[in-house]
C-alpha cells in the first residue's frame, strides 16, 4: 500500500507517484513500500493543517478534553504495544525488547502531557491598579512543522505530537525517510480516536524535499526539529527568513566522568550502556569517557573485555544484545569515522571493524573503544553516532569539569563518585541539559530534555516542552476606564 501520507484526514498517495522500499538494516529485507512525499505534498499537508487551525475545531476544545483525548492515545498505545513495537524494531533493527520499552516511553509522554494539558489555564497579574484585571492566557501556536529522526522514530515524534496536541495546534509531521512506520500508525491512532481533519498530518519522504518546505514555508509558525548539528543549522536558517519559532535538538557528545572513588562494577557496566545501547545511535550516548588517571588502565581494561563480550543480532534474536547502524552510508560514516580518529594518533583498543559471517547481512559495526586521545581531535570533538567510544583521563576535579565541558555540544553528561558533595559540585558546573549522578541514560516525562551549547534551541518534555508549543498572550482589562488627558483635546 502506498496510501501513506495521512492529508487533511484521509490516506493518499504522493502527488508524484513516487514510492521508496524501507528495508531491515539487520539483514536488508523489504520491510515496506511507501509513499514519498514531494514539496507538493507538504504544501497541501500545511493548507490542511492551516485551514484546520484557522478553522478552530480543535483549539476550541477545552484543554482538559485535549488531554482526555491523549490519555486515550495512551490507551491505545498499550493495547497495540507489540504491533507498534514489531513495527520500530523492523525500521530500524533495534532489539525488540528496546522497541518495547520506546513504547511503554510513549505511552507514558501522552499520558503525562494529557494530564498536564488542563491543569493551568494562565496566571494572574498584579497590574497595580484595582480597575485593572491583567492576566496572561497560553494559546497554541499554530501549524507546528515536526522534524524526526531515525534513531527513536515514534519516541522522537511523540515527544513533539503530545505537547502540540495538548497545547491545542495543528501538525505536519515528517519522520526520517528511512523510518516511517510507526509514524503511519501513530497517525491511524489520532484518527481512529476521532481527531478532526487536518490537525495531524503526516509526510513521508526524503528532507531535502519533503522536509525543507517545513521550516520555509509562511504558514508554518513553529518548526521543532531534532537530528543532526548540520541539518539543524539548514532547519533554522531556513526558518528564520519568516521568523518562525524553533526548536532543535541536535545530539551531542556526552562525556561519562567517573572519579577513582567510583563504585567500578557500576561505572564500567553502565559506561557499556551508555556508550553500546542501540549501538551508540543515542543523542545522550555516553560516548567521551572521562576517567581519573589512577584507574583509568584498570577500567579502561575491563572496558575492553566487556565490550569484547557484546552480542550482536537482529530484533528478533533473543540472544543478541545490540544491533546495527541504521544504513550502510551511516556505517560508511563510522567506519570513516574511526579510520580518521586512528590517523590523528588514536589506538583501537577493540573493534574498529565490520560484524562478519551472519551479522555481513546487516550493517554491523563492531563495539569500539578508542584511547590514546586528546582534546580536539575529530574523534573527540564530533559525534560518531555510533558504537565508538573515546577514553580520556583527569588528575583532578578542575581538570574532570574542564575536559567534560570543552565540548560545542551540551546535551548530557555523567558523574561517578561515592563522595555526594563532589557529586554535585561537579554536577552544578557541567555545562549539559541533563547529569546524571552514578547513573546513565534514565529520563523522564515530566522532567524537561535539551541542550546547552549547539546540543539545540528549547526543551522537550516537562512543563517546558508544553510552554514550547503556545504563545503567552497578555490581556489587560482597564474595568473603569477614563480619559487619560495625556494630550490636551483642542476642540
Ligand atoms: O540526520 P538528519 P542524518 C546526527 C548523527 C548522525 C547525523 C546525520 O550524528 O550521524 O546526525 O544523520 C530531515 N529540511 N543525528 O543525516 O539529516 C531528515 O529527513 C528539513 C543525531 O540521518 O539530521 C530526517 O527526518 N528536514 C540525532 C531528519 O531531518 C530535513 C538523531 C533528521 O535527519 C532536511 C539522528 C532539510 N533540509 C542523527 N534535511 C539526535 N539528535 O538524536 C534532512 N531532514
Redesign the pocket.
Known sequence: MTNTLFIDGRWVPAASGETREIRNPADGELVGVVAEAGAEDTEAAIAAARAAFDGGAWRAVPAPERGDFLLKVADRLRERKAEFARAESLDTGKRLVESEIDMDDIAACFAYFGKLAGLEAGRLVDAGDADVVSRIVYEPIGVCGL?????YPLLQAAWKIAPALAAGNAFVL????LTPHTAILMMQVLDELGLPAGVANLVLG???TA??P??SHPDVDMVS?????E??K??AA?AAGTVKKVAL???GKNPNVIFADADFDAAVDNALNGAFVHSGQ??SAGARIIVQDTIAERFVDELVRRAQGIRLGGPFDEAAETGPLISAA?RD?VTAYVEQAVAEGARVRCGGAWGEGELAKGYYYLPTVLDNVRRGMSAVRD?A?GPVVTVETFSDEDEAVATANDTHYGLAGAVWTQDAGRAQRVAGRLRHGTVWINDFHPYLPQAEWGGFGQSGVGRELGPTGLAEYQEAKHVYHNTRPQVTGWFEDRK
Open positions: 522534524i524526526t529522526p531515525w534513531n515528517k519522520p526520517s525517510e526524503a528532507g531535502a522536509g525543507a517545513l521550516s526539529f531534532t537530528g543532526g548539528l541539518t539543524g539548514v532547519i531556513a535538538e541536535l545530539g543515542v543523542c551511516h560514516k559525534e553516532f
